[in-house]
């Protein structure tokens, strides 16, 4: 907590690292109001850390967002150990799980004021905040319903203030707020939604874990944040059935497809929850 200031980071990489860059607090996946660009380790550190910059991309007060990847992001996970030796060093992931069940270390490098969209992961997280305040907000995955998902994203960017016209059932989702200061870590089980507002510059790691049977996650995922194999294949054989039922005249249609809503409530819901 003490040892990572801006000073000793920079001067552990300089390795070329992708970066977010956004002119406004709140990023939007949908509107696409950030930027990608890439910077050497250490200026992005610097850069991140201050709040008015003599040299930017687009505007002095952009803010920095670093989600760190693998050598080839298609194909490599991040790993801390691998990317940045002489950082992961001071690092010690708390003994909580298996180490065969590692997934990957990711550096979370944010301005001060950046806001990340509410989203879920597929495996289970520990968010360890090193240096600097963060705001987390979390959903539980039973109010899937009331978030707007785009993919793994909610459409529902301001938490704060959401636009309720246009996302009317979002005040039926229960929100859980905590406040992360330097040595503070988060256990954020695999489908809780969160969003992540850093109140200063910081640096956060953050650890997932294959908490399932290896086999039952994508092989291609990379991120953490793949729906499971057995989920996406289900989806795609809905999306099957769906589409067989468009041949049916309306009133069938909105028949069986009310009989097959209640045959999946039926089937899937789980009493086994709070
Ligand atoms: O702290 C952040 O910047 C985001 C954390 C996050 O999304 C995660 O750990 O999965
Ligand atoms: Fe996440």
Redesign the pocket.
Known sequence: MTKWTVDYLSQASNKEVKIHVSTVPQMDFLSKNFVYRTLPFDVFVRRAAEAKHTEYFISEDEKY?L?SLGEDPRKDIADLQKQFPLLACDIQIPEYFEKEHFFST?F???SAG?Q?WT?Y?VMD???I?VTGK?R?VLYSPRDVPYLYLSGTKSEVLDVDKPDLKKYPLFVKAKRYECQ?KAGDV?F?PALWF?N?I?EEFGV?V?V?WKHLPSDCYDKTDTY??KDLIAASRAVQILDRALKTLDELPEEYRDFYGRRMVLRIQEKTYSSNYE
Request: proline content about 0%; glycine content about 8%.
């Open positions: 967002y989600r990711v979370r490098i944010s950046l990340l989203h992961d997280n520990f968010l905040q963060k987390v992360l988060l954020i969160h992540v850093s956060g953050n997932f953490g944040n």
